[in-house]
C-alpha cells in the first residue's frame, strides 16, 4: 500500500553525554547515513527534554536511542523510561530501538527499559544498512497497522489507480484541471483529496448507508472506543444527527422532553416528526451563565405537571413521552451528572439523547467520570436507551460536517434496520468519503493512552491558562486595580486533601481532582442560587473569564468594562473569543492549543488593560470601528467607550430583561411542525418588534449571546409588555447606541432601526 504520502520519520535520540568520537557515535551516524539513503526523514534530539519536545510537537514512524552508558549506569536508568512512557502515551506501537555497546549486557537487567523497546542492536555485530533496513520495516508495518480500517482501505483503494466511468464528474480531480480556476482549486487541495472522492459503487469499500465492508468495521471500532454498542457515522454535522435520532424516536404528536437549551436540529427534529414538545427550562446565574437544569424540572413529577397543563399536550396526559434530550455539556461548559440525569429522566422516557456536540472527547479522561452518555463498559448498561451525539469536528478532530451516534440499546431499543431508515434520511447517497475517513481517523486518534495524554495537554494548558490569569487579577487588586477573573472555584483541594487558593494549587490537582471543578451548593463564585449537590461540574478546557462590573450577587459595581469591547479589541488581534455576554468572554481550550496561543491571549488581555486603562484613542485602537460610524465614535478613548456602554447598561439592565425572558416560558400556541407548515404555505409575515403583542412567532427566535431560543416556532410573543417584546426592543436601544456592537438575533430581522419578526398571519391561525 502507497502509505508514503509523508516521508516516514525516525527520531533519533543522542543525549549530549556521547563522545562524537567515540564507537557509539559513530555508529548512529552511519545509521542515519543508511536512513537517509532510504529516504527517511531524520530528526534528532540531543536531549531527553528534546526528543519529548519533538513527541508531543509531532509524529514519528520510529524512535532509536543511543546509549552509551555503563552497566552499572544503565540498570538503574530511569530517563530513558521516562522519554519512552512519554512516547507510548501518545503513539503506543511506535518501533523503538535500542543501539547500544557497552551496556550491552546489563541492558537485560533493565526490564523497565525492555519492556519499552521493541529491538536492541549492537553494530558491532549488525552492520548499518541490516539494521536500517529493518527499521524502515518496522516503520512500514506500523504505519499500515496505526491506520483505522476506512482509511486504510481507502488508501489501499487508492493504489489501484482506477479508470472509473461512474461519478463524481471530475474523475479524480482530473475534470477540475480544464479550466484555470479548477486547476487552482485541484492544486489547493491536492490530488489525494479527489483521487479518494469516490462515487458508492465501489463495492470493495462497503456501503456507509448500509454500514458494510470497511464502513462497518470502522463503526464497529469507533463504537469500542466510544463505549457504544452501535455507532453511525454521521456526515451531516451532529444537527444531522440529532434529527436522525428524532426521526428514530418520534412520530406525531408523540410527545418530546425537550432541553430548552437546545440547538435549533432539535427544533428542526420536533418540525420533521410532529412531536409535541414540553421544555425543561436551564437555570440562569447572576452573570448570565446559562446553568443546568434543576434536579426538580427534570423529575418525573414535574413533567406530568408540565404535561397536563400545556395547551398543546394535555389532552396526552396519560401518555409517556417517547424522548428526552438534554445539552451536554452546555454553551457555557456545564456537564452534568450524567448518572443522575439520566436516572431521573428515564422515570419519564425510555429514550435519552444527551446532545454532547461540544463534549466527544469526555470519555478519555478521568476528571469527566460520570458526566457523559457513554460510561463505563456498554456490556454493563441497563435501563433506558441512551443516544449520544458528537461533533466529531468540533472538539476531537475531523473535518466539518464529521460527527457520530453512539448508541446503548436498553429500554424500547430500535433495531438496527429500523433505525437506519432514519440515518439514511440524514445522509447523502454521495457522500465525501474525506469526512468519514476523518471520523474514522478521530477515533483512533482517541483510543488506548493516546485519548488521555491528548486530553490531558489541552487540560493541562487551559488550567495554566486559568491560574496565571487569577495570579494577575491577584496583583492588579491587591494594588486596588483592576484585571480579568477566571471564571472558577476559588479554593480548591489538593491531591494530598489540603484545601489551598486555585492559583496555588498544583496543576496536576487541578487536573484530575474531578471536585475542583464541581458546583457546590454552599460555593459562591458560581453565582447560582439553588444548585443542587452533586448535580453539575464546569469543564475545565471551557474557560470563561468575567470583566469587572459586578459584584457577587449580580448587583452594578461602580465601575465596569463591558466584555463587548474586549471582544472586539481581541478580534483585531485575530483572536476570536467563542461567546461574548455583558461581563463575560469566554475561550474554548481544544487540541489545537498551543502555548504560544494560550501566552499570546494573556498577552494581549494585558494589553487591553493597558489601552484601557490609558483611554487609547478609538482611532488609533479600533480605527474600523470609528471610521463606520465617526458621528459616535470619533475623539472617543476606549476607557470613554467603556464607561459609556457601562452606563447604558446600568441604566437598562438588559441582562435582567433577558432573565425575565427566559424565566417564563411563552404560551405554546401550535405544535413547531404546525407554525412551520404556515411558513410553507406561505400564511406568514415580518412583525415589527411594536407590534408583536399577542402574535404567533413562525419559527425560533434566538439571541446570541446566550443561544437559546427566547420563543420556538408555534409560541406567542404575549402582552406588550411580555419580556420577549421587552427584549428585542432593549437589543434596538442597544444597536442605536452603539453601532459596530449589535448582537445577532437569530430569527429576527433588522430593518428601519426594529427588529422584525416572522409570524403567522392572525387570520389563518
Ligand atoms: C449543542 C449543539 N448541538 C448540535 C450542534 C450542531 O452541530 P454541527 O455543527 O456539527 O451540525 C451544535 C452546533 O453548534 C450545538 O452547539
Redesign the pocket.
Known sequence: MSNNFSKMRTLVVEPQNIDPSSYAARTTQSLIEELTQRTIDIVTAKSYEDAKAVILASQIDSLVLTLDKSEEQIVHSEEEIDLLNTLKDRQSEVPVFLLAERARTSILANRKLMERVDECYSVLEDTADFVAGRIVAAMRRYREQVLPPLMKAMMQYNDIHEYSWSAPGHQGGIGFTKTPAGNQFHQFYGENLFRTDMGIERAALGSLLDHTGAFKDSEVEAAKVFGAHESYSGIV????S?RTIMQACLKDDDIAIIDRNC?K?IEQGLILTGARPVYMAPTRNCYGIIGPISKSTMAAANIEKMIAEGKMTKDAKNKKPKYAVV?NCT?DGMVYNSEHAESLLSESSNRIHM?E??FGYARFNPVYQGHFAMRGDAKDHQGPTVFA?H?T??LLNALS?A?YIHVRNGEDAIDFDRFNQAYMMHTSTSPLYAICASNDVAANMMKGQSGLSLTNEVIREAVIFRQSVRKLFNDYTADGDWFFKPWNAEVVTETNGDKVKFEDASVESLMTVQDNWKLHPEDKWHGFDNMENDWCMLDPIKVSLLTPGLDDKGNFLEKGVPAALVSAYLGRFGIVPTRTTDFQVMFLFSMGITKGKRDTLVNTLLSFKRHYDKNASLETILPELVESAPEVYKGLGLRDLGDRMFEYLVRHNPAQVLNEAYSTLPEVELKPRTAYQHIVANEVELVPSDKLEGRVAAHSVIPYPPGIPMLMGGENFGSESSPQIQYLKALEAWDDEFPGFEHETEGAEKEHGKYHVLCIKTDAL
Open positions: 454535522g451532529t444537527s444531522g440529532n440547538h436540529s445539552t454553551y446532545d456536540a461540544w451525539t461533533s469536528h468540533k460536517q460527527s
